[in-house]
């Protein structure tokens, strides 16, 4: 069990899960075998027994819900993106993506409490296995970095659709970041009817940052902000964080948040 700790004098918040250094892949790349992978159709056996199922396929499920073996938290589940081995939210299709976003609301709403819906893909992101997978943590309150927010940042647009605007913020902190939000502030995505659009949006501006970087593959970082007006956050993971990031709070992006625009414009699908 995680031991969550908080620090009054820093409002610094901190899980002691020492469980999650024993995780597979946790110190070394995770084998990308599909044989051994615990996500598979057909491996079922390999997770604790599902909180949730939904939509069909090979062995009766298109998306599956499992409690997380490693907990950061006392709630801590993973939802499987579908039963094929792939690698990336931007290769989903987008009736996987439509349940993907169905999960995370139904678990939300049963479970209760303040649940947070984030994805991990890549070693280097902090993802142990590279079956594409987004994780649901239940957090005691909100998010500090959520509660902290004083509205969203000022982004330089990039595209809109379905009523979703996204755009590079003015002030990037890494190459590539894209913050995704309802073009009318709503309270909570894990009640809106536009989450599963706002999905299938991240996917595609995933596919957009695998093109611009002349990569099949970009480690990157995503997560939903709920408070309103809640936003989807995609932080690519192209550069290191260094002594000015962490000590200083202070960011160092070499690509201009204009450039990075131009670039993902360009790597339109069409």
Do not use: K
Request: glycine content about 8%; aromatic content about 4%.
């Amino acid at each position: 069990m995680a031991d969550l700790r908080h620090d009054p004098s820093t409002g610094r918040w901190v899980a002691v899960a020492p469980s999650r250094a024993t995780r597979p892949g946790a110190s070394r790349h995770a084998s990308d075998d599909p044989r051994e992978c615990p996500f598979c159709a057909g491996h079922e056996d390999r997770t604790p027994p599902e909180t949730l199922r939904l939509g069909d396929g090979p062995t009766g499920w298109a998306v599956r819900v499992v409690p997380n073996l490693y907990p950061a938290l006392e709630r801590h589940e993973v939802v499987v993106h579908g039963p094929a081995h792939v690698h990336s939210i931007g290769e989903l299709p987008d009736t996987t993506l439509d349940l993907v976003a169905e999960a995370w609301q139904r678990r939300a709403r049963d479970a209760g409490g303040v649940c947070m819906a984030l994805l991990n893909e890549g070693h280097d992101a902090g993802a142990s296995l590279p079956h594409s997978h987004s994780q649901l943590a239940w957090l005691p309150a909100a998010a500090p970095a959520e509660a902290a927010e004083r509205g969203l940042p000022e982004v330089l647009p990039l595209l809109e659709r379905d009523g979703l605007t996204a755009g590079c913020p003015r002030a990037s902190r890494v190459p590539y970041e894209v913050l995704i939000a309802p073009d009318r502030s709503e309270h909570d995505g894990l009640q809106s009817d536009l989450l599963a659009p706002a999905l299938r949006l991240l996917a595609e501006l995933v596919r957009r940052v695998q093109r611009v970087r002349g990569e099949t593959f970009v480690p990157l970082n995503a997560w939903l902000h709920r408070g309103e007006p809640w936003h989807l956050e995609l932080f690519p993971r192209t550069t290191r964080l260094a002594g000015l990031e962490l000590g200083a709070g202070v960011w160092v992006d070499p690509v201009s948040p204009e450039r990075a625009v131009e670039e993902l414009g360009a790597a339109d699908e069409d």
